[in-house]
């Protein structure tokens, strides 16, 4: 079993090669009228990991999750992939609590692997994130958590 910190440190443009900041790229909010300050948003977010396990430093991730808020607090749901160049990709989906502040967001939730390709196919484990959304354009991310690749389980 290992266990990796996965975590984006430092927000930044999304040419940057460090962590790339979190912003819909084609914003999409619903207002339904079932409630007043009841807000459904589409989000999706690009960047790179930076980790001390080489495994997962310098991969690229990307997520998408539907967010559902009522007075500034609700979920978000959804589904993120990595992709590690030529050693191949993981995937899985991801469930959070989501509470305003002020412009901002913050996520508190669990992903979990729901397979892989290449040298992640097979892939089981998961863990907890947090996410820090300041503005549209700036997210700090860690992810920390338990990852089992197929080679470890059939040794």
């Not at 266990?3 to 940057?16: A, M």
């Not at 900041?21 to 989000?43: V, W």
Request: net charge negative; hydrophobic share 30%.
């Amino acid at each position: 079993m290992h266990r990796s910190r996965r975590e984006f440190p430092e927000p930044g443009p999304l040419d940057q090669p460090r962590f790339a900041a979190a912003t819909p790229r084609h914003p999409k909010t619903n207002e339904p009228t079932d409630q007043p300050n009841h807000a459904l948003n589409i989000a999706e977010v690009h960047g790179t990991l930076k980790s001390s396990d080489p495994l997962w430093n310098d991969s690229k991730i990307a997520y998408r999750g539907v967010t559902d808020l009522l007075n500034g607090k609700g979920t978000q749901h959804g589904y993120f992939y990595d992709n590690h160049a030529e050693a191949g990709r993981d995937w899985g989906t991801f469930e959070a609590k989501v509470t305003t502040v002020g412009g901002g967001m913050m996520l508190e939730g669990t992903f979990k692997f729901a397979g892989g390709d290449g040298q992640y196919r097979g892939i089981t484990g998961g863990g907890k994130f947090k996410s820090v959304m300041k503005s549209e354009t700036d997210l700090e991310c860690t992810w920390d958590g338990n990852y089992e690749l197929a080679k470890s389980q059939a040794a």
